[in-house]
């Protein structure tokens, strides 16, 4: 019997437009078959190849050096990502191209390129080494999503500073206790950044946080809204002045292949945040050709990933993969609906973004507020289009590819993690028939299966858990300061392989289907479902916006549903559409998965980066209330509502 059964049926089918396909990178589903096989048969050779095409100071002698779980890639080489990102370009005809183009969310724009950037990375380099930062020192970067938070991760890179990015989000205290794990020495931050019209007063809280966080030596302060703020003689700096006395002329530190490039703290949606370590080589190989391919990033692109430089998307998609291929990277600093709900369409509009990278959970919001948004804009410049974060349900994709990509633009469903570094399984646009809610498969150089907990390989359509049987060069090394959590965590629940968390199953094609966190898997009467198939077969419904199913203690069944559900603007949260929900659920995948509770709610609890704390809804489902960890939450008074609405029951 199957881990994890699957329910969803979902036959719709899109090939590439044949006019994409015919110009794109990687052209149909034969060569990316070639590609895959070349791979599989001699993985080292693949990847040299890849490595080949960007700057190294001195070559490995050796690709891979691989003992289990422990990864070297590219041994002995010498590299320096920022010299990649930046100077490979100076001599060809994108010195003068943007490599970045930015609006802050009152409205004010820049653009920069890749001869600027280069000189603010430099002098911003020079600035680190003043500060007395030196190869391996750790750095905290606690920024808004203004281009020197792309300047400062740069500089880092390229003195070989190892930098931790906390997203602008976060608390003081969240910023205290990565900082202390970190062991960091300087804090780079802001006065202030843009959010919803208000200001968040990034400073204040770091001047909160190295209250206590003893190896903390220096802050730098980017002045970004005039607002007042404290200052500490001595430990803080201002950005514009630092910079203006430092040289733009700086030499790229030649850093060892292994050299920890970065430490992100993974928030999660279940546990305490983990530093996810990782180092220069091949994590650069990574993002590089995973944006070459599955973006198929081409000299004319302007490539909008909407996520901020916080998450790893940010790192991988914002910063280095775009700019190590020498493209266009477009950043926005505020919220998608600021002034109003059509700002990412009017960004669109403005900038003739050309591919678009965003989550499920903006999606859905976009459904929720209506196409009469996107539709007061001309999108037509958009040709591509992607998703990561979480499954996306069939409907939402459906939406993303009639409302936004006027039926015309593929659509990347790109499946990975934190851990992973890049993209792991994904469309190739120009290769790769797409299927709305499946990230399809493998990219070339990824050896991904679905296995039963014994570590067997499960046939089509059985579900089970999504694991990495080789290892690849943007895979993280290690857990910050606990090597014994990295092993007890990835290596050891399945016996040999990278273990995901994720529940998947594999269809007759051979493509993925997240079904969600393993954790999250709900046990019927002995069936053990995923959330992601109920999910999807509530927001198939007309009515309704999103959707979180979890379960609950019951007597009979071991567990019973709950879903909780927002509905899209102007329908009534009427006790009828109830019952027409649950029995919606059992028309479109079966009885087993009807819900045994519908709840409306004007909103979900979700992390900062927008996954729903299902851990959450699961307590508020079975005790009425939250009273686990709640730090990584974005917005408290959604829970609040949740749980006094079923007190009241
Ligand atoms: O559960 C999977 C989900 O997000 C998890 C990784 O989250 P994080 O480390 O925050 O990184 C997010 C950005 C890479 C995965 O374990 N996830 C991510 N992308 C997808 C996805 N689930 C289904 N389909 C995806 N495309």
Not at 29 to 42: G, I, K, N, S, T
Request: neutral net charge; charged residues 25%; glycine residues 8%.
């Amino acid at each position: 019997m199957a881990d994890i059964e699957s329910i969803l049926k979902e036959e719709r089918v899109f090939l590439p437009p044949s006019q994409f396909a015919s110009a794109a990178r990687i052209k149909s589903l034969d060569e990316y078959a070639r590609l895959y096989e070349r791979a599989a048969r001699e993985p080292e050779g693949f990847w040299a190849e890849v490595a080949k095409e960007l700057h190294w100071f001195s070559p490995w002698t050796q690709v891979l050096d691989w003992n289990p779980p422990w990864a070297k890639w590219f041994v002995g080489a010498k590299t320096n990502l920022a010299y990649n990102c930046l100077d490979r370009h100076l001599g060809t005809p994108r010195k003068n191209k943007a490599a970045l183009i930015w609006e802050g969310e009152p409205g004010d724009r820049r653009t920069v390129t890749y001869q600027q950037l280069h000189r603010e990375v430099c002098r911003f380099a020079n600035v680190l080494s003043r500060l007395g930062i030196r190869p391996g020192d750790r750095v905290m970067i606690y920024m808004p999503l203004i281009p020197e938070i792309a300047v400062a991760m740069l500089a880092c890179a390229r003195v070989g500073a190892t930098h931790s990015v906390v997203f602008g989000g976060f608390s003081a205290e969240a910023l205290r206790d990565r900082t202390n794990d970190a062991g960091a020495k300087l804090v780079i931050t802001a006065d202030g950044g843009y959010r919803r019209g208000k200001v968040v007063p990034l400073k204040a809280n770091v001047d909160q946080a190295v209250k206590d966080t003893p190896t903390v030596e220096n802050v730098i302060v980017v002045k970004r809204t005039g607002e007042s703020i404290a200052w500490v003689p001595g430990r803080d700096h201002y950005w514009h002045e630092v910079i203006e006395a430092a040289s733009d002329k700086h030499d790229a530190v030649p850093l060892d292949s292994e050299h920890p490039l970065f430490i992100l703290y993974t928030s999660g949606t279940t546990g305490k945040p983990k530093g996810i370590v990782h180092t220069t080589g091949g994590y650069m190989v990574g993002t590089y050709l995973s944006t070459k391919w599955v973006f198929d990033i081409k000299e004319e692109d302007t490539f909008w990933c909407t996520a901020d430089v916080g998450w790893v998307t940010g790192h991988s998609y914002v910063v280095y993969g775009p700019l190590s291929n020498g493209a266009t990277t477009m950043m926005y600093e505020g919220a998608p609906d600021h002034p109003e709900p059509d700002r990412f369409w009017r960004l669109i509009d403005a900038y003739d973004v050309s591919i678009f990278y965003t989550a499920p959970t903006a999606i859905r919001s976009f459904i929720r507020w209506g196409e009469q948004w996107p539709m007061k804009h001309d999108l037509t410049s958009l040709r591509l289009l992607g998703t990561v974060g979480e499954p996306i349900n069939p409907e939402a994709w459906m939406w993303y590819h009639k409302v936004l990509g006027g039926g015309r633009c593929p659509i990347v469903d790109t499946w990975w993690q934190t851990e992973t570094g890049a993209i792991m399984v994904s469309p190739l646009p120009g290769a790769t028939p797409t299927k709305p809610g499946s990230c399809t498969r493998p990219l070339p150089g990824v050896v991904a299966d679905v296995v039963a907990k014994d570590g067997r390989s499960l046939g089509p359509n059985e579900g089970g858990y999504l694991v990495i049987k080789k290892p690849w060069p943007s895979m993280l090394r290690t857990i910050h300061g606990d090597p014994d959590r990295y092993v007890k965590q990835y290596f050891s629940e399945i016996p040999g392989v990278y273990f995901a968390g994720d529940g998947a199953r594999r269809d007759a094609d051979g493509y993925f289907w997240v079904m969600g966190r393993v954790d999250d898997v709900i046990n019927v009467a002995g069936h053990r479902l995923g959330t992601m198939e109920i999910e999807s077969a509530i927001v198939s419904h007309p009515k309704v916006a999103e959707a979180a199913v979890v379960g609950r203690p019951d007597e009979l069944k071991g567990q019973g549903i709950v879903a909780f559900v927002t509905l899209k603007k102007g329908n009534d949260p009427r006790p009828e559409l109830q019952d027409m929900l649950r029995e919606h659920v059992a028309k479109e995948i079966g009885a087993l998965a009807r819900p045994d509770e519908i709840r409306f709610t004007e909103a979900l609890p979700k992390t900062r980066s927008g996954k729903i704390m299902r851990r959450l809804l699961k307590e508020i489902a079975s005790t009425g209330a939250a009273k686990g960890d709640t730090t990584t939450l974005e917005d408290m008074s959604v829970l609040l509502r949740l749980s006094t609405s079923s007190e009241e029951e």
